[in-house]
């Protein structure tokens, strides 16, 4: 596929509708994959944030980076994950680079198993706990075109409205 020039990407925000489909299977693993990923990367940490997914800058493909540490040694990159072996069980707050300030209550998985592919195209598989784990489950729903605001409890959406609207109504004036 073509991708777009990274220095002309962004991170998008809710509703675009980039964040809502199911992402396609990156199959090119060309030299333009690794300009993609080292801009999601920087786009990441100027945020700050600890994971940031293809769709989220606009690029609906099956990958994503994350950091839990924040630390530059720390980047990590999946290509093509899919998640296994989860156990566990905790609520926790989460945030999303494309919904500034919300914060939404995730139950998530507190162990993890992820078998996915690196820049190359290898195939390789890391089991993951706590705040990695739940990253992993962050950014592969972000990949099912799945939110944080998609099952909001009752309060969190009490909390989040006004949020969302002003979103909505940015969304709206910029496109
Ligand atoms: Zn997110």
Redesign the pocket.
Known sequence: MNLPNPEQLGIVFYPDPVLQVKCAPVTDFSPSLAGLVLRMLELMHNAPGV?L?AP?VGVAIRLFVCNPTGEPGDDLVYVNPVLSDLEGSEEAEEG????PLVQSMMRRATKAVIHAVDLQGQAFEEAGEDLLARIWQ??TD?LDGK??VDNMSTSDEITNRRLLKKLREDYAASH
């Open positions: 994971g997914a989220q999303c680079l494309s919904l962050h950014e972000h939110l944080i």
